[in-house]
């Protein structure tokens, strides 16, 4: 069964940078099936796509914000990270990693983390 | 950008159908999924290409996709099935709903 695990720290300051890792166990992330994804989820709020990545490195991210986001893949690890740059209160939220499947013109979220509690704050 | 819109809210009895809608400019070319999270766990995968279900979701879930809109069903309702609902779909960019909350009275 494949399974997905967030990390990193809970409580980041304003202005700095986030790093979050996902750790994939139970399947390859060198497939070429897949992207591997992070979506957020902000208190009481719902869902945000942050960006997607491929075993090869080849990564899009959320027009919103993408200027502040750097996606990075550890084959050797089966990890993927991100990096979220000057982060604001506004960041605070709930961190998600997720397989990424196309699957005809669309594509789904079928397997996710259990998340990650990211709080912005001084 | 593109946006889909989500009732905030939907009730139901147990037992009863539950409808939860999704509207979008022309959704029905897109192949809208859906997702349900229940409270303080992880969203779900239920539906996928318009009404197909993974391995392991009930049969009383299904869907359908048409003009602008598309509508998740949940039949039979139980109280399990409590929990916020999410649509997405592809846009140049992936687009989630806002959510609904289903409240089983």
């Known amino acids: 069964q494949l399974q997905l695990q967030e990390s990193g720290p809970g409580l980041v300051k304003p202005s700095e940078t986030l790093s979050l890792t996902c750790t994939v166990s139970g399947g390859s992330i060198r497939s070429s099936y897949y992207y591997w994804a992070w979506i957020r989820q902000p208190p009481g709020k719902g869902l945000e796509w942050i960006g997607s990545?491929?075993?090869?490195?080849?990564?899009s991210s959320n027009p919103s914000l993408d200027s502040r986001v750097t996606l990075s893949i550890d084959t050797s690890k089966n990890q993927f990270s991100l990096k979220f740059f000057s982060v604001t209160a506004a960041d605070t939220a709930v961190y998600y990693c997720?397989?990424?499947?196309?699957?005809?013109?669309?594509?789904?979220?079928?397997?996710w983390g259990q998340g990650t509690q990211v709080t912005v704050s001084s | 950008s593109y946006e889909l819109t989500q009732p905030p809210s939907v009730s139901v009895s147990p037992g009863q159908t539950a409808r939860i809608t999704c509207s979008g400019d022309?959704?029905?070319?897109?192949?809208p999924c859906w997702y349900q999270q229940r409270a303080g766990q992880s969203p779900v995968l239920l539906i996928y290409?318009?009404?197909k279900r993974p391995s392991g979701i009930p049969e009383r879930f299904s869907a359908s996709n048409s003009g602008n809109t598309a509508t998740l069903t949940i039949s039979g309702t139980q109280a399990m099935d409590e929990a916020e609902y999410f649509c997405?779909?592809?846009?140049?960019?992936?687009?989630f709903g806002e959510g609904t909350k289903l409240t089983v009275l």
């Open positions: 990545i491929y075993y090869s490195g080849s990564a």
């Open positions: 290409q318009d009404n």
């Open positions: 022309r959704l029905g070319d897109k192949s």
């Open positions: 997720a397989r990424r499947l196309i699957v005809g013109t669309t594509t789904v979220f079928d397997y």
């Open positions: 997405q779909a592809w846009d140049s960019n992936v687009v």
